[in-house]
Each structure stands twice: as structure tokens, then as C-alpha cells.
């Protein structure tokens, strides 16, 4: 389940990114309005090479564009020299004219050194408008979002074409004029740009994402697409919608969040996000994730904000399930090492009858702490796995466990069999003796009392041994 979680999040994310640079490329005609084609060429190749990452960008417009002359343009990596749009167009000049290949293929890098993977785009009926040229040396390149961008540029350039800047004698522009020659160039665009339109309209609708565009200027939104009207629950029918109501469906407790990002964008004139909820009239509660981009005047002044804003509440509702089953299974984890701590606990203990039960519940209780602990019972009756189960689940399980007999040591001399005893300590003591060593290392000792016998030997609790002499398990 994660690593589906995860492939989804990858694949809204690329969507998202193609959403973008769609949004992108459309409102290019908008910033060429009144532009010579030399800038807008330029513009059009900077945004291309940037969005696909390319090595190079060319752009060839002929003399129909515009009214100019034939003009060659490039874009180049930063990562490749300089070149000439001159050289680059003589590089490319044999897959430009004539019967070229389907594009994409591979062709000497006109930039650089190796072979790069072109893709061209016809601009008009015949090329008669120019041609459109990108280069990568990536071995996926062109993906099919990227041809999709590159078709939509295209169709922008086509556009655009239709106009014609009017001057005055002394050069200054006056006018702004539309023309078409050819019908059929301008059915094609038209249609070509449909098309780019539904595939945009089908991405947004697949990946939840919808697209806007704000003027500041006005206060207004002057563009929402189609998934944007669905993910607010708004009407169509009833026109854009003003700031003020999308601004009441956000949740009250996220709107302070909101609101600090979007002066953010304003502030330092860079994209931001957001996430946050809204709250539909029907009751409906969704989790989106919105991104602002500032569109800058020729000034650096922010004029217009555009961005995507994506429907997350299905990947909040898939992460929240993950969340939760993993909190299930990591307790369900600590039941069943429990239940397996328990089941080999005593397995040197077997045994189902309540008294035994009662026994081991003890003995858990008692190992883990430093208590003197007395086991009696009948000779037989397992006195000593009792001590062992109590060392092995205590704090020194990993020291020895000594096991001493007392019912075979004389009363009087119990102290020194266990504790050892100097040279000429008590008559026979001829020389030192240590029986007991491991008692320096706190060492757990058993030692047995045979529970019918009262003359065991066994130190009764007035023994004159200190508390802290005691062995930590007395039988």
C-alpha cells in the first residue's frame, strides 16, 4: 500500500508540474502583446528550454511573421558555450528542409559534442510561418507530456502570428492589427489549440487540479478552469466567482495560513503553496493543495497571480488509513511479543493448573526487582527451576546462578562454606579458602531447605548475616 501511495503522489506530482507549465504556455500571448517577434521568440524559447530541460532551443520565423524578415533565434544551456543562432541553423538545416525523418531522432549536438535527440514543430501550413526545434541529450526525451507542451507552444506561435504591429513614421508602434492569408492556417491553429484545450481539461479532470489566474489590479479572478469550478462546488453558469466567496469556504481555522503565504507571494515575488481545508454548503469537507505564481510587469511589479489548486482528499483520506493501520499493526506487534514473552517464559515450566499459575505470576512480579525471595516446598516439588525462571528473567540473568545444598552444610560452619573463611579462622582451617567467589560479582544463589525436616540447618531470620550478606535467593 505505501509503495502505491508513494507511485500516486509521483504521478499527481508530475501532473501537477505538466498543469503548470500548460498554464504557463497559455498566458504567453497575453505578455507578447505588442512585443516585436524578436522578444517574443525569445521569451517562447527561454520557457521552453527552462520547462524541459533542454540543451538547446531554435526558432526560425520567416518573413510572414510579423512582416519582418526571416529571423533566427536560440536558446542554450548554461552548462554548453555560447553558439550563433546562424550556426545552429546551418547544423540543423538538413532535417529542416526536404523530407525530414519523424521527429524525434538523433543528430550530431550542433551545441556541443555528442549526439542529442531533436524534435521540430511546423509553424503554419508548409512551415510557412517558421519552425520550432528542441534538443536534449536525455534518452527519454521527448516524454509525451513534453510533447504535448511543445505541440501547445506551437500553436501559440501560430496564434500570435496573426498579428501585426503597426508604426508610425518616426517607428514608434500605434497599432496592433490581425491578418490571415490563409483560412485554412487559421482553421488549423484554432483547432490544434481545441485540442491542447481538451487535453488540459482531461489532465485536470484525471488528477484533480485545477487552474486560475488573479489580476490584482481589479481584485478579480479572470480565469477558472473547469476542474476549479468542481473542486470549490461552484456553478459555471453563474460567471467567475469573486475573491470573497472562495474565501469563505475556507476553513477558519486555516485561513490565517493562507492568508500569510499568499502576502508571502506578494511580498517576495516567488511562487508559494499551501495546503489547507475547505467546507463545502452540503457539508463536504475537502484537503487542497495550492500553488501561486506572480506574473511580473516590465516594471518587476507584481500584476497578476496564476496557479493550480489540487483536490488532496483522497490522498489525506489513503494516508490517514496508512497511518492507522500502522499504529494497529505496531500494537498488534506488541501484543504478539508479549503473548510470545509469556509462552517461553517458563519453558522449562510446564504446567497449566491455577496454583502453578499463581506461582509464575509471582515469579514475573518478583525477578524484576532486588528483593530477597524465599521458595519452600516438598523435596521434588521443583523449588529449584522456580529460583532459576526468577534468576533468568532478573536484572543479573547475565551472571552465573550459583546452586548451594544447605541441608549439607553444618550449622556452625554455613557462614564460611558460603562466604569462605581465612587460615586458622576455626579449627581445621589450615588454610584460606574462597568457596564463593562469584560473590563479588553479585551472583544469584539458591539454596535448598527440605521443608520436613527442622534440622535442615538452614539460618533461621535471627541468623546474626547482615541483609546485604544475604544470598538473593533463599530456598
Known sequence: MEAETEHTTNEIRRLKACISDLVSLLALPALWSGQEPSQIGRTL????????????????????????????????????????????????????????????????????????????RGLGLQNQI??????????????QMERLLLDVAANQVVVVSRWSLQRDKRGAPVAILETNNDITDRKRAEEALRESEAYLAEAQRLSHTGSWAFDLASDKYVY??????????????????????????????????????????????????????????????????????????????????????????ERK???????????????????????????????????????????????????PTDSTVLITGE???????????????????????VSVNCTALAPSLISSELFGHEKGAFTGATQRRLNFRLKRRSPSCESYRNGNSSESGVPSPSTSMSASSLPRIVI
Open 224 to 313: 477558472v478552469s473547469e476542474e476549479c469550478f468542481r473542486i470549490f462546488g461552484l456553478d459555471p453558469q453563474e460567471g467567475l466567482p469573486i475573491r470573497e466567496a472562495v474565501s469563505r469556504l475556507i476553513h477558519p481555522e486555516d485561513w490565517d495560513r493562507v492568508k500569510r503565504d499568499f502576502e508571502k507571494s506578494l511580498r517576495e515575488k516567488v511562487d508559494a503553496s499551501s495546503d489547507f481545508r475547505i467546507a463545502l454548503p452540503d457539508g463536504t469537507m475537502k484537503h487542497i493543495h495550492t500553488i501561486r505564481h506572480p506574473v511580473l510587469n516590465g516594471a518587476g511589479d507584481v500584476v497578476k497571480l496564476v496557479g493550480t489548486v489540487i483536490d488532496i482528499t
Open 45 to 120: 524559447l527561454e520557457a521552453l528550454r527552462d520547462m524541459l530541460r533542454l540543451d538547446f532551443a531554435y526558432l526560425r520565423l520567416g518573413d510572414s511573421f510579423g512582416g519582418s524578415a526571416t529571423i533566427e533565434m536560440v536558446q542554450v544551456a548554461q552548462h554548453w558555450n555560447p553558439t550563433t543562432p546562424e550556426e545552429v541553423g546551418l547544423a540543423l538545416n538538413p532535417w529542416l528542409t526536404g523530407d525530414a525523418p519523424p521527429s524525434p531522432f538523433l543528430v550530431p549536438n550542433p551545441v556541443g559534442e555528442g549526439k542529442v535527440s531533436i524534435a521540430l
Open 317 to 367: 483520506r489513503a494516508e490517514d488509513e496508512i497511518k492507522a493501520l500502522k499504529d494497529q499493526l505496531y500494537k498488534e506487534n506488541l501484543a504478539l511479543r508479549d503473548e510470545v514473552d509469556r509462552a517461553s517464559m517458563f519453558e522449562e515450566i510446564v504446567g497449566t493448573s491455577a496454583p502453578l499459575q499463581a506461582i509464575l505470576a509471582r515469579v514475573a512480579k518478583v525477578a
Open 379 to 401: 523435596t521434588g516439588t521443583g523449588k529449584e527451576l522456580i529460583a532459576r525462571a526468577i534468576h533468568k528473567r532478573s536484572r543479573r540473568a547475565g551472571r552465573a546462578f
Open 130 to 143: 517558421g519552425v520550432l526545434v528542441a534538443g536534449s541529450a536525455r534518452a527519454d526525451f521527448p516524454t
